[in-house]
């Protein structure tokens, strides 16, 4: 199994700004994933954080405006970057650990954006 | 396409009555594998099961039990003897490899259970 956590776990942020989320497991795992969910929505796909290259953006997404690093197989990062209001959302963070073919979830970092 | 359908966009139930959210999925792949979360109002989202495409075997758990049919494409999800914590947004989702190890989510069923 895999333990993730996320911080900041909300944030209340001006418009313009940026805000980088980060993303810790617990053990190292195949592969980490950005998702964000609008209110009252499902969850979207953001990209694919690739260990030491980058991320694979899911159409809709673009680095400019969501860059992500993933320095090791642990950790990442999410940045929204020049924020809106249609950015407010929850934003989590995924990992899947290949071997027992299970997709964890961080609890999520809570951005409104005003 | 791939694709995870939950046609089923609320659901209200009086406690103690059985409930099954509906799922139907698409993937071209032969490989995959479905799940189903639960989101409490709280928003975390928990693992409740994951099936992969070969194994069809329907599992039961408590008060949870699941039917995978692949000739209809479906993953549908009961519960018995609903209680007011069943209250959630459940979500079920597919996981495949083409173009990319990706999962997509359904839309989600929230589902009240009312004392």
């Known amino acids: 199994s895999a333990v993730i956590s996320q911080k900041p776990s909300r944030d209340i942020c001006q418009r313009g700004t940026s805000l980088t989320i980060q993303c810790q497991v617990d053990?190292?795992?195949?592969?980490m994933f950005w998702y964000r969910q609008q209110p009252g929505q499902s969850l979207t796909l953001i990209a694919t954080?690739?260990?030491?290259?980058?991320?694979?953006?899911e159409s809709g997404f673009v680095i400019d405006k969501f860059p992500i690093s993933r320095p090791n197989l642990t950790f990442s990062t999410l940045t929204v970057s020049n924020m809106s209001p249609e950015d407010s959302s929850i934003y989590l963070c995924?990992?899947?650990?290949?071997?027992?073919?299970?997709?964890?979830f961080g609890p999520g970092t809570r951005l409104t954006v005003t | 396409a791939q694709k995870v359908t939950q046609a089923q966009t609320e659901i209200s139930v009086v406690e103690k009555e059985d409930v099954t959210l509906d799922c139907v999925y698409e993937?071209?792949?032969?490989?995959?594998?479905l799940f189903w979360y639960k989101q409490p109002p709280s928003g975390e989202l928990v693992f409740l099961i994951r099936?992969?495409?070969?194994?069809?075997q329907n599992e039961i758990s408590g008060r949870y039990s699941w039917n995978f049919q692949k000739s209809t494409s479906s993953f549908n999800f009961t519960i018995t003897a609903s209680q007011v914590v069943d209250s959630a947004v459940y979500f079920c989702?597919?996981?495949?490899?083409?173009?990319?190890?990706?999962?997509?989510f359904g839309a989600g069923t929230r589902l009240f259970v009312k004392a």
């Open positions: 995924s990992a899947w650990t290949g071997g027992s073919y299970e997709q964890y």
């Open positions: 053990s190292q795992v195949t592969m």
């Open positions: 954080a690739n260990q030491g290259s980058e991320a694979t953006y």
């Open positions: 993937t071209r792949d032969t490989t995959y594998y």
């Open positions: 099936r992969n495409s070969f194994d069809e």
């Open positions: 989702a597919l996981t495949f490899n083409t173009g990319g190890f990706k999962t997509i």
